[in-house]
């Protein structure tokens, strides 16, 4: 199924209103020229991790409907997320397992740690070896209703257990689920933690060739059957999203948020440049997500100098960044990953944060933009504080009226028309070209061109004191798009 080259609203089911039918109000009022689709994040029963512990995929009833997924679905591009790697133990799968042991129908469903390894193992080594979310071997014992104990594989924490992919029950569930999402209107199923999925001996469990490539071929049959496509999520070095774009699948450039800081913070354009000009089309572009922003991904297109300037500069130009945020001190799951709000980060600077958006569409690939970035939102410091957990400090819950006064927002709205430029022009085609050059110290110039080469749409950035402009050029036509200058 061919993706629809429109931008993307990241968003919680219910923190931009309270719920699905106020977040509709929006996409179908002040927001709807500005996005084709929305991402919303799990609406699924959940125990924990901010709904990415499901326990089924039936819809949470505090969220609404599924009624009202489908009236979203009808007007924008749904996606949602499907969690490949685990399920929660108050999934009723789960339950049956701890009741019935091994006279449960689900007994293969789930990771069984001890039977994972041969006799005698896994050893220091063997553990050392797993590319792992903690410090410690991810499983954790569970006590069966007939006494007996035995670790099940975790990954990600007690509330989330590792699903079995290699089982025949286990791709089953897979269907099922997929299916159901896609009839309710799902036109792109996200694949989170996919590249954990499998499980290896001798292997870091991290992206295992060739069998991960098995397992996306098969999901994404089930999606293409069903009139959908699937998305992998990989949250780390940009060669493995590199594969996934090169094998025709859609990935995620979560390259882009650090080079762009450096280029903010540095005011040096080189590393930027030669990241957009190798960027694949294929690809779904962020400056923020739910997630922090990424450090390792970035690694290799950044020298490692350059990405401790970055998260050092962070630190000192961001509003209300504090180590600690991204940090074991507020349960942060990955130590590299660094707890903001992208306009926090450029110290809530409208020049810089603006600017950063433009340089995020005229990117290859289709943009996304998480909810808090479009309000442009700062850190929630009080919610972090109350939670104790990092990423919350960008995921503030907005009122519909809270929402709908940032949206007034004079930055806000230059944002708006940013997107809705975006949507409409075919310059941005993504079988057309992109060529980015570096004029002067500070100037940086991109030029996307739609596929004909009669629509040519230019961006001049000063990344100095952050003035930019944006032109479009259809035949000898050039019109003026946008321009903004300092704070």
Known sequence: MEIENKTILITYPNRLGKNLSELEKLLNGPLNQAFGGVHILPFYHSSGDAGFAPSD???????????????????????????????SPDSKEFQDYLQQHQNSAYRKLFLNWDKFWPEDRPTATDVDLIYKRKDRAPYQEITFADGKTEKIWNTF?????DLDVSQPIT?????????????????????DAFAYAIKKLNTSDFFIEPEIWQLLEEISQMAESAGASVLPEIHE?????????????????????????????????????????????????????????????????????QLDYTVNRLYEVGANVKRAYSSSEYHNLDIYQLNTTFYSAVGNSNSAYLLARAIQIFAPGIPQVYYVGLLAGSNDVNLVEETREGRDINRHYYSLTEAEQALSQPVVQQLLKLLQYRNKSSAFDLKGTIKTQIKEKHQLEVVRT????????????????YHFSISETDGDLTKHILAVGED
């Open 57 to 87: 995929y039936e819809i949470d009833e505090q969220f609404g409907t599924w009624q009202d997924i489908e009236a979203i679905a009808q007007k924008k591009n749904l996606l949602a997320d499907f969690m490949v790697n685990h399920l």
């Open 237 to 305: 070095h940009y060669s493995y999203n590199q594969k996934l774009t090169q094998k025709g699948y859609f990935s995620y450039d979560f390259v882009l948020p650090i080079v762009v800081l450096h280029a903010l913070y540095s005011h040096q354009a080189d590393e930027l440049a030669a990241w957009l000009n190798q960027a694949s089309m294929r690809q779904f572009t962020t400056l923020d997500t739910h997630d922090g922003i990424g450090v390792v991904d970035g690694k290799g297109i950044l020298s490692d100098q």
């Open 171 to 191: 791709k089953e569930f897979i269907r099922e689920q997929i299916t159901r999402l896609i009839k309710h209107g799902v036109k792109i199923v996200r694949l």
């Open 450 to 465: 739609d596929q004909s080469g009669q629509v040519k749409a230019t961006l001049k950035a000063n990344l100095l004191d």
């Open 157 to 161: 924490g007690e509330k989330q257990l």
